[in-house]
């Protein structure tokens, strides 16, 4: 695919980028109140059934988030758009834990992570890539639906497992297929956002909204090994340590080494019936 140089493209990026700002500035920083989950709710990746549009933008997270809930699962919905913070939540995960102590800690806490790989089989997704297509050719639409169907491939093909933390005798590592009350998904739209969404049985939080009592949540986006970080190649000795540390592309690497350390957030949750 060739870079794209077309003056159509360089008029419409910062016009996206323009309205994503606008956007999150319009949005409080922390959900404000419980919500309902539609009724057509699906954990696919996708966020078409809130019509694209969630309830908040935190900035230590850098990223969209809905949580919402039914008579009978809690769900959480996440939006990334930058790719620097779309490749920390594919290396790193996203972890939410629900505190129902009065003091937020996450020590303690009912915590699920999505998503989690096995040592060597992260997908190799270029987040940038879409930047290659050339938006003036006739081939773009085609090629943008091609790029969004192999990354989404990668990950459904390689993200199999979440972890669990403090839910009752689950296992630490379950199966994406697990018939625990625990699901998760995530996916690339056309615009290359990233939606990553996960579900709880409210029974395995010992939550109910016959009884509605308020919580606290906490939404992490798990640090990520500097392996990972686009722009850097590693190379390690025999024993692990890095021998060797190439700075392939320092404006790339830059970017991306400011996404390297855990962030969060923090909120509070009451059940809607």
């Known amino acids: ?14 016009a996206l980028l323009f309205f994503n700002i606008a956007n999150a500035q319009k949005l409080p920083h922390v959900q404000e109140t419980g919500l309902r989950a ?12 809130w019509n694209n549009r969630l309830q908040a933008y935190n900035k230590a997270i850098q990223a969209y988030y809905t949580l919402s809930n039914d008579d009978n699962k809690l769900y959480l919905t996440v939006r990334a758009v930058k790719p620097e913070i779309i490749n920390k939540i594919i290396n790193g995960g996203v972890s939410l834990t629900i505190q129902k102590k009065i003091k937020k800690t996450i020590n303690g806490g009912m915590s699920v992570t999505y998503p989690v790989f096995n040592t060597g089989n992260r997908p190799n ?10 938006q003036s050719s006739k081939d773009a639409g085609r090629l943008i639906d091609s790029l969004m169907s192999l990354n989404n491939s990668k990950l459904s093909g390689k993200a199999k497992f979440i972890r669990v933390s403090g839910i009752g005798d689950l296992d630490t590592l379950v199966s994406v297929y697990n018939i625990d009350g ?23 939080l010992g939550l109910s909204v016959n009884d509605p009592v308020m919580f606290n949540y906490n939404i992490r986006f798990n640090q990520i090994d500097i392996d990972f970080v686009p722009g850097i190649v590693i190379t390690r000795k025999n024993d692990g340590t890095i021998d060797m540390m190439n700075v392939v592309d320092p404006k790339l690497a830059n970017s991306f080494i400011s996404a390297l350390s855990t962030t969060d957030c923090w909120g509070e949750y009451t059940l809607v019936k």
């Open 1 to 14: 695919m060739k870079k794209i140089t077309s003056p159509l493209f360089k008029s419409i990026l910062p």
């Open 38 to 49: 539609p009724t057509n709710i699906r954990v696919d990746g996708k966020a078409t059934e």
């Open 125 to 134: 997704i270029n987040v940038n890539s879409m930047a290659l297509i050339d």
């Open 182 to 204: 625990i699901r998760a998904a995530s996916a690339f739209n056309k615009k290359m956002a990233y939606t990553l969404e996960l579900s709880i049985d409210l029974k395995l």
